[in-house]
């Protein structure tokens, strides 16, 4: 039995700033944003909404919908680059909020890619019986180090979380193949000073190329090809960038998840927001075989072939 996903929740912000906000904010403009960049609107937490208020609420739905109680939990996973404090980590926080008193608990910093890490850690602990559950939650306050000044980076994040419990799944299902990957000597291209600061052209060329890759990569360690997939849940970074991974894998426009117009890009929680809203529209159904595939700074970057079901 492989370890899959058995449970999902996400937490977004009420309040919304569209592209119409930020014209009237910095030189810009909603026809250029969503010509570059395919986002409409995003989501931002008030000042008293930081990040590990978001993780709990995804955190107590997810839990909900494994049907499981906090104390069974035995890890806690928390990707994020953007936490309430240096320390304690948000993961201990959470424990504590949860009451998941018997959980070892850390965090994950991957930026973008850092759900992608947290599962594939995650997964290690399941498969190797040490854990039963283990809960990983990919969340970021990205508005409070975002230079809203910088008309680059400014129209790009958004807030959020999302969350995953890990557990054993039925003969078939779960995680098949990954792949995690790094490139430190890019570093330099994707990183926070005071700001969030991004050499736009030199990542976009990054995540084109790797994105593509990754996917075709896990396909092939899971002895898999382009034609059995039946989901792409990119990181939900920029479209176009979105739209080469689709490209790579010969995938008809249905079979991506595209969150991005609404939700702008949430780094960590991006994927597992997107998740969650696609299998609760129905666009992912028991048996799918889904391709995860993220990319941050770090450089960072990591891909997930499952094949979707408790």
Known sequence: M??????????????????????????????W??????????RIAKDEQDTSDMAFNAAQKAIEDAGIDPSEIGM??????????PFPSMACMLQEKLGARNAASMDVSAACAGFMYGVVTGKQFIDSDVYKY???VGVEKLSKITNWEDRN???????????????????GRGILSFELGSDGSGGKHLYQ????????????KFAVRQMG??????????????EDVDFLIPHQANIRIMEASRMRLELPVEKMSKT???????????????????????????????VMVGFGGGLTWGGIAMRWGK
Do not use: W
Not at 76 to 85: E, G
Not at 193 to 204: A, K, P, S, Y
Not at 215 to 226: D, H, P, R, S
């Open 2 to 31: 492989n370890a899959g996903i058995i449970g999902i929740g996400r937490c977004l912000p009420d309040d919304k700033l569209t592209n119409f906000d930020l014209e009237k904010r910095m030189d810009t403009s909603d026809e």
């Open 33 to 42: 944003i969503r010509t570059m960049t395919g986002i409409q609107e995003r």
């Open 76 to 85: 806690i996973l928390v990707a994020t680059v953007t936490p309430d404090q």
């Open 134 to 136: 283990v809960l990983v």
């Open 153 to 171: 980076t400014a129209v790009l994040f958004g807030d959020g979380a999302g969350a995953a419990v890990l557990g054993k799944v039925s003969e």
């Open 193 to 204: 000073d005071e700001h969030l600061v991004m050499n736009g052209r030199e990542v976009f």
């Open 213 to 226: 890759e990754t996917a075709i990569n896990v396909l092939e360690k899971a002895g898999l090809t382009k």
């Open 260 to 290: 991005i117009h609404k939700y702008g890009n949430t780094s960590a929680a991006s994927i597992p927001i997107s998740l969650v809203e696609d299998v609760e529209e129905g666009r992912i159904k028991d048996d799918d075989l889904i």
